[in-house]
């Protein structure tokens, strides 16, 4: 009786944990996310302006998470970088987060997952005590997280871009108010480790 009560609270338990949790990235999640990105967004996406920005860079500090389902494997990613969103009217750089990628598994896409993933991402920025997020991408979707073109209008990304996807929220008011220019990386710098040669 007991091995049918311990089948039946396991099954109970599975059905109750939650489809997915949100995490900090690991180290140990490079290889899963870097699948997941290629299976997502296909082999162009390291010829998007946002790439240019990022590279050799690290995400800000605390802003790399991701969604992991219950046995524990990465089933979407989101990171943001520092960077800075031009210059103000007084020519003082303005430092902002730049957001992306932001993708889901295929095989997980409906579920509220990004969604839940956004809202996580930015309530950390806020926690850090960020002024502005900006993004490339669909407008229709990250309306609905306060994203908006006209935020980052006088703002332009190095290399090709589409003005109207180019959003931008302010995570404290005012903060993006009169900028204007190039947004710039800013953040740390990805150490590479010294090449051996072999003689």
């Known amino acids: 009786m007991a091995a049918v009560l311990d089948v039946v ?10 489809a997915f949790v949100i995490d900090a990235e690991t ?14 967004m296909g082999p162009g996406r390291r010829k998007k302006s946002s790439e240019k920005i990022r590279k050799d860079r690290l995400p800000a500090e605390g802003l790399a998470l991701v969604a992991r389902d219950r046995q524990g494997h ?8 520092n960077v800075e969103a031009g210059v103000s009217r007084e020519g003082h750089a303005i430092d902002a987060l730049l957001l992306g990628p932001l993708a889901v598994d295929p095989a997980h896409e409906g579920k509220g ?8 991402a930015m309530l950390e920025a806020r926690k850090r005590n960020h002024g502005a997020i900006l993004l490339v991408g669909d407008a229709g979707y990250y309306e609905r997280f306060g994203f908006f073109a006209q935020k980052a209008q006088h703002l332009v990304m190095p290399g090709p871009f589409a003005r109207e996807r180019f ?15 190039m947004v710039v990386a800013s953040g740390r710098k990805l150490s590479h ?7």
């Open 9 to 18: 609270r396991a099954f109970f338990a599975s059905q109750t944990a939650p």
């Open 113 to 120: 997952i990004g969604s839940a993933l956004m809202r996580a």
């Open 74 to 81: 990465v089933i979407a990613t989101v990171r943001l970088w």
């Open 193 to 199: 480790a010294p090449r051996r040669h072999v003689a």
């Open 167 to 181: 959003l931008a929220i302010e995570l404290k008011a005012g903060w993006l108010e009169g900028a204007a220019g």
């Open 27 to 40: 180290p140990a999640d490079v290889v899963a996310r870097e699948a997941l990105l290629d299976r997502a």
